[in-house]
């Protein structure tokens, strides 16, 4: 699998973000996956908010669809997604304003997929917008797919043997947040300045399908963590 990052301008508030990855790409190939910073599409939709007037705590409970724990920062459910403080963050933004989570962005990622295969004449193509999450009990954030389009981004193995024989009764692979995790790996965290990768070479099954997001998210009562 290769990965390569994309170096940009600073995407400001309201900028078109096919317009900016087409300045910068000449040639996409086929069967590529192309990366989106969750950032940029939330710039792109103008979800910058300025905390003079609200303070953050309320402004969390407002994106959020549930809040499960709330004290330094607030554990929440957002778009079926546990995360913290709703994907409020504030890097990568002017000091005194904050950046909230792109919306619909299971429609963002589609159209943005079609624009970029009519443009670059590709028909295999995939697209993920990545942000970064925590995980319980370890430290550091990784990458995961907010929304993909264009390939099938889970991996069902149940029924498959292992090694030893063993029948397979529970592994579904996430392939979409496995992507997302390599591309933001690359793509940093800081100021890297690289909200775009391009990835290829990735063991996945393309298809002009769109997601169904029914098979996405677990429910609570299934959810190993049960938050």
Avoid: H
């Amino acid at each position: 699998m290769e990965v390569l990052a994309i170096k940009s301008p600073v995407v400001q508030k309201s900028d078109d973000v096919f317009r900016v990855f087409s300045d910068l790409v000449s040639d996409l190939p086929e069967e590529s996956i192309v990366c989106v910073a969750s950032k940029i599409v939330a710039y792109e939709q103008g979800r910058v908010r300025s905390l003079g007037d609200s303070d953050f705590q309320n402004l969390v409970r407002d994106e959020a669809d549930e809040v499960l724990f709330e004290g330094e920062w607030a554990l929440t459910v957002k778009d079926g997604i546990v995360t913290c403080n709703a994907g409020i963050d504030n890097s990568n933004v002017e000091k005194g304003s904050v950046v909230l989570w792109p919306e619909k962005v299971w429609e963002w990622v589609q159209n943005f997929r079609e624009k970029l295969s009519e443009k670059f004449g590709v028909k295999e193509l995939g697209v993920v917008i990545t942000d970064s999450k925590c995980t319980p009990r370890r430290l550091g954030v990784t990458g995961f797919a907010l929304a993909w389009a264009g390939f099938e981004g889970i991996a069902d193995e149940r029924g498959k043997v292992d090694l030893f024989g063993n029948k397979i009764s529970v592994t579904q692979r996430n392939l979409a947040d496995s992507i997302a995790d390599s591309a933001v790996l690359i793509m940093g965290e800081t100021n890297e300045s690289s909200p775009f990768a391009i990835v290829r070479e990735v063991p996945v099954s393309f298809t002009n399908e769109k997601v169904d997001r029914s098979g996405v998210n677990i429910p609570r009562e299934e959810d190993l963590f049960k938050l």
